[in-house]
């Protein structure tokens, strides 16, 4: 009778060790009392982003999908309604308590006593490699009227992941950062949440 709870419990830790913790998003957004749900909107990149570069497209492609789900035509040039302003960051923060500190330690004990002495040397060696740094993406978005240039909505959502890591690349990570902004739009305004 034991046999099978013995089999399953190899599967069942196989299964928790492919199982990975999700990061959450932390989201904060701010709007005008009525906040706009439609009208025609441009995606363009804020003044200042200070990751210019091939990347925004990633980023504007994540924002514009959210913006049509929840009402909005994007459209390209200066004859929209609105405009969307994105701007993102990411930075890389070293894990561990010492990045200069030797893969390679020594030890050296000994003992005495009143049967004798010894002397022991030991050697770890540590192969993990090199902490991975945690990558810290952020993406802040304003929906403005283009006629007076008044923000009417915005937002700004952080996530973290180890570098290497699936959630750490920028396609994936724009991609979680723009629809835990727009969940449940317009959203409360002020208030911090975090969204899985």
Known sequence: MM??????????????????????????RFHAATPVSSGTVAIEEMDGNP??????????????????????????????????????????RPTGPDQRRSPVSVGVGGATGSYGGGLGVGIGINLSGKPKDVVTTEMFVQI????????????????????????????LAAGK???????????????TISVK
């Open 51 to 92: 990751d210019v570069g091939l990347e925004f497209g990633t980023y504007a492609a994540a924002v514009g999908q959210e913006l049509q789900r929840i009402g909005f035509n994007e459209v390209k040039g200066a004859d929209s309604q609105y405009r969307a302003l994105i701007s993102f960051r990411r930075s890389f």
């Open 177 to 191: 950062l723009a629809n835990a902004l727009f969940k449940d739009y317009p959203g409360q305004s002020g208030q």
């Open 3 to 28: 046999k099978p709870v013995f089999a399953t419990v190899p599967l069942m830790i196989a299964l928790s060790a492919c199982q990975t913790a999700v990061a959450p998003v932390e989201v904060t």
């Open 144 to 171: 403005r009227r283009r006629s007076d240039s008044t923000a009417v909505w915005e937002g700004r959502a952080m996530t973290q992941a180890r570098e290497g890591t699936p959630a750490a690349q920028p396609g």
